[in-house]
């Protein structure tokens, strides 16, 4: 059974960093592109930053230069680092696990707040 697990949500004011991991289980992560989304109340699910299986990273225009993903494949997991958050970037962040179809999973969330 394929499970991702994420992990690092929190309470932080803005200017602080958070990092992000999702471990995945059942599931080879070199075999598939890595991402984050995030889903703020009242707006759809967003992609946020992906690193695709040859290791190349994309980003969304918002978190540029703010966001780095990482992926260690030895160890199953992908990371999200977070630096000079904003109150815009308070959403539940999700891990996401995707080749061509059907083999898409996501992990169940893990809410970040950034509020002074």
């Known amino acids: 059974q394929v499970q991702l697990v994420e992990s690092g949500g929190g309470l932080v004011q803005p200017g602080g960093s958070l990092r992000l991991s999702c471990v995945t289980t059942?599931?080879?992560?070199?075999?598939?592109?890595m991402a984050w989304y995030r889903q703020a109340p009242g707006r759809e699910r967003a992609l946020v930053a992906r690193?695709?299986?040859?290791?190349?990273?994309s980003y969304a225009d918002s978190v540029k230069g703010r966001f780095t993903i990482s992926r260690d494949d030895s160890k199953n997991s992908v990371y999200l680092q977070m630096n000079n958050l904003k109150p815009e970037d308070t959403a539940v962040y999700y891990c996401?696990?995707?080749?061509?179809?059907?083999?898409?999973?996501w992990g169940q969330g893990t809410q970040v707040t950034v509020s002074s």
């Open positions: 996401n696990a995707n080749r061509p179809a059907p083999y898409d999973y």
């Open positions: 059942g599931l080879i992560n070199g075999f598939y592109d």
């Open positions: 690193a695709a299986r040859d290791h190349t990273t």
